[in-house]
């Protein structure tokens, strides 16, 4: 691994973010309008409902976690199309940069935007809508690396897929966490959903962080082997969109499609 | 003059930047590239011909690594391209008129990325050497895409000569440029060529710019090297008055040729 390659691919997203107001718009506009939401909406329910659980700090945590998640999958999908966007496909795969390298470089950028919305989420949600992460205490240290391995295989997923069937597949990406999120079980117990979805639950890293939140607020701390499943199912999703990813590459490489990338060539 | 078949490139010359041996591409059952050999020397300008769906970018693409050959091996500066893809690209460059850099960068910034790329020691300097010797001081901190066509050529230029290749590929590099530019640039490479050791393979559909840059010419034509030589000695060997005529014949009646 040469880190200055890595390097190189991450600088551009940096240069990118500082000379485009607009690039901001994805990791600070979005999150900060999701948290807004979700905390009046669970600021009203904690109104209405009856004394118990305490409802406004799962749903805001919920969406703070999911939000977060979001930041990771998107983030390296987004260095990923700026490339795409810029044509520079011919300059970067001729360049002496692996594909290991490249990958790193696009994990570390979404990365960056993850860590900075999450900055900004925590502190308007403690700010604002007083809920502090401290509920959760350490255990919001693996929740949020398993939903930020999560969200970084989902964003290798959807980098594969753009790479196999061209930029126009760019819309079939944003929808994904969408996709996901009832399956996750991001705002009820897995329990809610009927039983063939609940199996498709069971190989969501995600669907076991947002068990284990609901469990904690209840005063019922996840087991140890929950988290150990979440995080082996996270570690298996990460390995298998890197295969993913090499195979779409490879792909590229046989058919030419790397050298004559372009929304109009392949779609 | 060598005839397809009959190509004798010297590609075990050990002085060889880049040495093409039996290359092959094919698409399904099209044959884009067909068993072609030849090699480009140090301090040599080859230029490599056709029209257009010859192959001349499938076979620049395979050179670059972003394409994969069926059969054959390309072999840079000494190492396999296919075994060793980024030590051999390390000592490789390119620019061509479909390939600019990313337009919503600077040309400073774009420098910087690439120099990281291809571990450019003393990045810092050589930037600012390529500033000077393309004359883009102006434009350093000037988002590429703004640029007009000839100053996105020297910066993709300054961009290809980042790394001080050993080998450097050029696509039609002057296409886009009026003949003045076109001139400004030729030089700027001829010039390059001649203080290095850099060996150049150059692609353009400007007969007069080959015979005045290069010292060899392979033409292609469906495929497969149909002729090989002097860009200057060439026409008349084939009874034609200039390279240009030369290369109509090729694009029109390649059999005429083969038959020589």
């Known amino acids: ?267 | 003059m060598q005839s397809k078949g009959h190509v004798k490139s010297d590609v075990q010359s050990i002085n060889a930047v880049l040495a093409v041996q039996s290359l092959s591409k094919m698409y399904g059952d099209v044959r884009a590239v067909d068993q072609i050999s030849f090699s480009v020397q140090r301090n040599e300008i080859v230029g490599l011909l056709g029209p257009n769906g010859a192959g001349k970018t499938t076979t620049i693409n395979m050179i670059l690594g972003v394409l994969q050959p069926t059969s054959g091996s390309i072999t840079i500066d000494g190492i396999n391209l296919a075994k060793q893809r980024s030590k051999a690209l390390e000592r490789t460059n390119f620019a061509a008129v479909y390939a600019p850099l990313p337009g919503n960068l600077t040309v400073a910034q774009n420098l910087r990325i690439f120099g990281l790329l291809y571990g450019v020691p003393h990045l810092k300097e050589k930037i600012e050497g390529l500033l000077n010797s393309f004359d883009l001081d102006h434009f350093r901190d000037t988002k590429c895409g703004v640029l007009s066509s000839g100053e996105q050529t020297r910066a993709g230029l300054a961009k290809a000569l980042i790394n001080d290749p050993s080998l450097l590929l050029l696509d039609e590099p002057t296409a886009s440029l009026d003949p003045s530019a076109a001139q400004i640039i030729r030089e700027m490479i001829i010039q390059y060529a001649k203080k290095t050791d850099v060996g150049v393979l150059w692609t353009s559909h400007n007969m007069y710019e080959v015979t005045d840059v290069c010292s060899r010419v392979c033409f292609l034509s469906k495929g497969t090297i149909l002729l090989e030589g002097d860009p200057k000695q060439l026409p008349s060997l084939h009874g034609k008055p200039n390279l240009e005529e030369l290369f109509i014949t090729v694009a029109r009646e390649p059999l005429s040729l083969e038959k020589d």
């Open chain 1, 1 to 267: 691994m040469h880190f200055g390659r890595v390097y190189a691919v991450l600088l551009r997203i940096l240069y990118l973010m500082r000379g485009s107001v607009t690039r901001l718009v994805s990791p600070i506009v979005w999150p900060v309008l999701d948290i807004v939401l979700w905390g009046f909406i669970s600021r009203y329910i904690s109104q209405v409902s009856q004394p118990g659980f305490n409802f406004a700090t799962a749903f805001l945590g919920a969406a703070l976690l999911w939000e977060f998640f979001n930041r990771a999958a998107y983030g390296a999908t987004m260095a990923f199309f700026e490339d795409v966007w810029s044509r520079n496909f011919l300059n970067l795969f001729s360049s002496p940069i692996t594909i290991v390298e490249y990958l790193t470089g696009l994990v570390l950028a979404g990365s960056l935007t993850a860590v900075i919305a999450s900055i900004i989420m925590i502190a308007l949600t403690a700010l604002v809508f007083g809920l502090s992460l401290g509920v959760m205490g350490l255990l919001a240290v693996p929740f949020m690396l398993i939903l930020y391995g999560f969200g970084i295989a989902l964003g290798i997923v959807g980098i594969s897929i753009v790479l196999r069937f061209g930029p126009t597949a760019e819309w079939f990406i944003w929808p994904m966490p969408m996709v996901l999120a009832p399956f996750a079980a991001v705002f009820y117990p897995v329990a809610t959903l009927p039983k063939w979805m609940q199996y498709i639950s069971a190989t969501l890293p995600a669907s076991y962080v947002f068990e284990g939140m609901r469990g904690l607020l209840a005063g019922h701390p996840p087991e140890a082997s929950t988290l150990l499943i979440g995080g082996g199912i996270d570690i298996l999703d990460i390995i298998l969109a890197c295969w993913l990813f090499h195979r779409m590459y490879i792909r590229a490489v046989q058919t030419g499609l790397i050298a004559r990338y372009s929304a109009e060539s392949i779609s």
